[in-house]
């Protein structure tokens, strides 16, 4: 079913536009902070300025809502996601990496390091 279209853009248009529309109206029209239009480029060499951004924090408890097995619940949902073939979920390709690193990882002690940028003229 999903990938019949029932998880097509809400509304259609483009992937994406409503929710970053709903954002936008959570984390600037609500809380006084600049839409994403009003954000002037830093200038350059400044290291960039906040773009005067707003902050909206929202925090859900499931056992107070009736979402006994919230946890249990979203875990399914990934998985079943997973499984029907070509799903990526935000932050898979961070934590693949990481175990990535963690398991082909080279230690060096600090002392060659150090020693390697001496050599290389960069003084550490």
Known sequence: QALAGSQLPFGGGHKG???GLMV?????AMTGGNLSREVEPAPEGTGGQPGNAGQLILAF???ASGGAGASERADLLCRLLRD???ERLPGDRRS????RHLREAVSVARRLVDEARKLAGEGG
């Open 17 to 19: 536009a409503s929710m």
């Open 24 to 28: 936008e109206l959570l984390a600037a």
């Open 61 to 63: 408890d499931p056992a």
């Open 84 to 86: 029907a073939g070509g």
């Open 96 to 99: 693949e990496m990481r175990g």
